[in-house]
């Protein structure tokens, strides 16, 4: 049994529909990422979980209880907001005690789990000070003490990232993962970020225009996406339409701009016009066995790596090398592509059809 | 957003503001000076403003018990007049901060409005509904709540209400200036904590809007302490306060002395108040806010 | 945010009840058919308001106070638009103590300067002319002037000028053609709030104010303070309707909570 269930919940303002039929089961203890571009639902979503917001149709049952009509203060939710929402007039020991207070916890007690809060976030001694006083990296870390002091059953993450710089983040990323997976609580990120959801979740629920467009692993959502949106947000990607010739038993012939691809499918139902996909790390310069010869038209350096565009009797490919050995060769050169066909993706071009025709 | 010139400014600042420097040099400031001296001239019933220095006039408003009680019922006026804008005018600024648009411009223009409309019409507006044929009394007698009608003009009530009613926009207009900072996710944060919507208020949106309540009240005490309209119309001859004993002074009696000591009592208390209360103000939140 | 239950509006209601009741009441008895206060509820009449136009004193009374609003609009936003300039964009020391000064006639109670300046020009024997009453309402207007130009000029994005002058611009043309088009809409907002604030000028204005010089609000109040009668209240009704029109004019152009509320300090 989940710990925490979303049943056939929608939500509509007047004519504009932001989320439908959503349904959606979280572990208990796990880190569940709802990921997305801006406008797909996913604060909708949490604000209905956190009961800020009511659905129109649906139930959510937290630990097998129906919270749907529940108030916010009695849900025993905690909410770490994107501005981060710190109470100014009060001081950092203040803000963490907050939920300890209304519950009426003693005094003695409430010093001792602020102390212990503010210790798991590392900010130690700093209770006194007041947010204005604070950095923006102190303050968010304020804001996850605060919502874990009261001990919840459930964690809401509501994009709290997006207001530090990038190396903070990253930093972020790992001790908040740390802190949940030490604490064992059922958490639920939001986030367009797709690196902080891979990164830090047990699972991913794309979402888009309202609806899961993917619900599975980091790993899963990256290599097999189900639906042309998923392939797309997550990560970078090659895409080629084509036409299905033949459906075999393991994977599917397909015509891609004058050759003929094997595309594994995966079990899906794919037949007539679908793009090809391949990420670009799976593509590799070649001399021998190329699949395909290009020219490149692009080099970038970023680093860990070389981003390519080579321009193909395909279309135009994107390949990314690993800063490993010697460069690549220089733009205007001739190379060869070559990759596994085992690394191919086919989907059905129509959003909706693929989702629905994975097997 | 502007940045300020870099490198010296030279003259240009001070040609730019000097005609409007020079103005007030002449005009603000050098009448407020003749006023401090005149303050300190003698005054005989016989001759005038004579050219003698004294502090007598100073002696006389201290002292004497008449001005004692003005200066006790303008005090008493202006916090009257504070507490009752308080009272009234944040609970509805907050039910204004509330509203969605265009309800909440329009209900803020019909509120702060009338801060554009003479003071004589508003406290003619309060005469008629006091009067003892006013409206007020009217109704009150119609519904059989009073059988007499209550004297409401020349009495401190009166005053009370209509300089109210005068000044409740200035409180409204500073709490409201501080809501508009609030960040409305804070509100929420306190719910998500286990606050009901009555805490989340009390502990959480209430402290933080003390600041502009705190202001608004200075600026509606000074400016129920200085006030010469209302009091003069509503309150008639038998309830003076200091801006209309400084009238009679000046343009009754003739004793110019008289009234210029009285005005320059006025204008200390008045910077006073507000430069005391605000820093202190300052100080005390300047942790809340930058 | 919380959305307003039932006993907000209800408080809302009421407390707008209470702004407008004096308004109302104002408006309505200017209506009235008797010669006395009353409500016009059993029989109306336009007759107070023709009685306006017959009274000379209120009429030229009017006329003062349009003239003087004018004339010391103008001035206060002529004198307030380049001291906003000067202290928006430059660090110069006293900048601080300057702006205070410029704006103090807002902290210093009105009776005070009423009598300071009917002390200033008595001794001048300027009591009875009209210019020494525009300098004294330029003093008391020219705050909310600067305030608003002040507001318009901080505001302001100092690369478009920067841009002007690259292109070959000299000063003055970059500050003509780009700068003053840029803080119109505060500067006219400045004239319009200022307008209102000298035509309604009450208490400072009666110190100085002489049987040659009487604007209208003292003129009213002279009238109020001995009886009250309905033709006060027609004037006040004209005003009153004058005002709200200004008021929808000034939200057009700048937005009336941002000059009600103010912004730059």
């Known amino acids: 049994m989940a710990f925490l269930t979303l049943q056939g919940i929608s939500k509509r303002y007047g004519d504009f529909t932001a989320i439908e039929q959503l349904d959606l089961a979280v572990e208990r203890g796990e880190l569940l990422a709802l990921l997305g571009p801006s406008g797909c639902g996913k604060t909708t979503t949490l604000q209905m979980v956190a009961g800020f917001v009511t659905p129109t149709t649906g139930r959510i049952l937290l630990d097998g209880r129906d919270i749907t009509q529940e108030r916010p203060e009695k849900r025993g939710v905690g909410v770490v907001f994107q501005s981060y929402a710190l109470f100014p007039h009060m001081t950092v020991a203040g803000n963490v005690g907050f939920g300890l207070e209304m519950r009426k916890v003693k005094r003695k007690e409430r010093d001792e789990r602020v102390a212990e809060a503010l210790s798991l976030v590392r900010l130690n001694g700093l209770g006194h000070r007041y947010p204005k006083e604070l950095s923006g990296g102190q303050r968010q870390r304020v804001a996850i003490a605060r919502a874990i002091a009261m001990q919840p059953e459930l964690l809401l993450l509501d994009e709290p990232m997006s207001n530090l710089d990038a190396k903070l983040r990253e930093e972020m990323h790992i001790e908040l993962r740390a802190i949940q997976k030490r604490l064992g609580i059922t958490t639920i990120l939001v986030t367009h970020d797709q690196v902080e959801a891979m990164t830090m979740s047990d699972r991913i629920a794309v979402m888009h225009r309202g609806a899961i467009a993917q619900l599975s692993t980091p790993y899963d959502a990256y290599e097999r996406p189900a639906t042309p949106f998923a392939s797309t947000f997550l990560g970078r990607t090659n895409a080629f339409p084509g036409e299905v010739l033949r459906r075999n038993p393991r994977c599917a012939e397909v015509a891609v701009a004058g050759t003929t691809l094997h595309v594994p499918h995966e079990g899906r139902q794919v037949d007539g016009s679908v793009n090809v996909y391949i990420r670009p790390e799976k593509v590799h310069l070649a001399n021998g066995d190329a699949r395909v010869r290009g020219r490149i038209a692009t080099r970038v350096f970023v680093g860990n790596q070389w981003l390519l565009e080579v321009e193909t009797e395909l279309g135009k490919l994107r390949v990314a090398q690993p800063n490993l050995g010697a460069p690549p060769p220089e733009e205007g050169h001739e190379v060869g592509l070559a990759w596994t066909d085992d690394d191919l993706r086919v989907l059905t071009q129509d959003d909706r059809e693929s989702a629905h025709g994975h097997a | ?290 | ?265």
């Not at chain 2, 904590?193 to 000074?222: D, E, H, N, W, Y």
């Not at chain 3, 300098?135 to 901080?154: E, F, K, M, Q, T």
């Open chain 3, 1 to 265: 945010m919380k959305q307003n239950g039932i006993l907000g509006l209800v408080y809302n209601a009421f407390f707008l009840t209470f702004i407008i009741a004096p308004l109302a009441a104002v408006m309505l008895v200017a209506f009235t058919d008797k010669g006395y206060i009353s409500m016009p509820f059993d029989g109306a009449s336009l007759r107070w308001f023709r009685a306006i136009l017959e009274n000379d004193d209120i009429v030229s009374a009017f006329w003062l106070s349009v003239r003087l609003a004018f004339a010391s609009a103008t001035i206060g936003v002529v004198l307030a638009v380049p001291a906003a300039l000067a202290i928006a964009r430059y660090r110069f020391p006293g900048r601080a103590a300057l702006t205070s000064f410029f704006l103090s006639p807002m902290m210093i109670p009105a009776v005070v300067l009423g009598i300071a300046f009917l002390r200033f020009l008595s001794l001048l024997h300027l009591s009875g002319s009209f210019w020494s009453l525009v300098c004294a309402h330029v003093i008391i207007v020219l705050p909310y002037a600067l305030r608003l130009a002040l507001s318009s000029a901080v505001g302001l994005d100092r690369d478009a000028e920067r841009a002007a002058l690259s292109c070959g611009a000299s000063r003055f043309t970059a500050f003509r053609r780009v700068v003053l088009p840029m803080i119109r809409t505060g500067v006219a907002g400045g004239w319009v709030l200022s307008f209102i604030q000298s035509f309604d000028e009450l208490t400072m204005t009666i110190f100085v104010a002489t049987p040659g010089t009487t604007t209208l609000p003292v003129a009213m109040y002279n009238q109020i303070a001995q009886t009250i009668d309905p033709l006060v209240a027609s004037v006040s009704a004209v005003l009153i309707v004058g005002t709200v029109l200004l008021m929808i004019l000034l939200d057009r152009m700048v937005g009336l909570d941002r000059i009600l509320i103010g912004e730059a300090r």
């Open chain 2, 1 to 290: 957003m502007a940045t300020l010139e870099d490198g010296r400014p030279g003259a240009a600042p001070w040609l730019l503001s000097g005609p409007a420097l020079l103005l007030f040099v002449g005009l603000l400031l050098v009448p407020l000076l003749l006023t401090l001296m005149l303050s300190f001239r003698v005054f005989s019933d016989t001759a005038g403003v004579t050219s003698a220095y004294t502090l007598t006039n100073y002696w006389e408003v201290v002292s004497d018990p008449y001005y004692g009680t003005i200066f006790l019922r303008t005090a008493g006026l202006a916090f009257a007049v504070t507490l009752l804008s308080i009272v009234l005018g944040v609970p509805e600024t907050i039910v204004l901060a509330r509203m969605k648009r265009p309800w909440q411009s329009l209900c803020l223009l019909i509120v702060l409005g009338p801060l554009l409309i003479s003071v004589v019409v508003r406290t003619l507006g309060w005469q008629i509904l006091l009067g003892n044929n006013g409206v007020l009394n009217n109704l009150l007698q119609s519904l059989h709540i009073t059988s007499e009608p209550i004297r409401l003009v020349f009495t401190m009530t009166g005053m009370i209400i209509a300089l109210t009613h005068v000044l409740v926009p200035f409180m409204v207009m500073s709490v409201w200036a501080t809501m508009q900072k609030l960040d409305p996710q804070v509100e929420w944060a306190g719910r998500s904590l286990g606050g009901s919507p009555f805490a989340v208020f009390r502990r959480v949106v209430l402290p933080q809007i003390m600041p502009g309540v705190l202001s608004g009240s200075i600026i509606v005490f000074a400016l129920s302490a200085s006030a010469f309209a209302t009091p003069a119309l509503i309150g008639g001859r038998r309830l003076k306060v200091v801006a209309t004993a400084a009238y009679d002074e000046f343009l009754g009696t003739l004793n110019w002395p008289l009234g210029a000591s009285i005005a320059v009592l006025l204008l200390i208390a008045n910077v006073a108040i507000v430069m005391g209360c605000s820093r202190l103000a300052e100080r005390r939140f300047r942790h809340i806010f930058d």
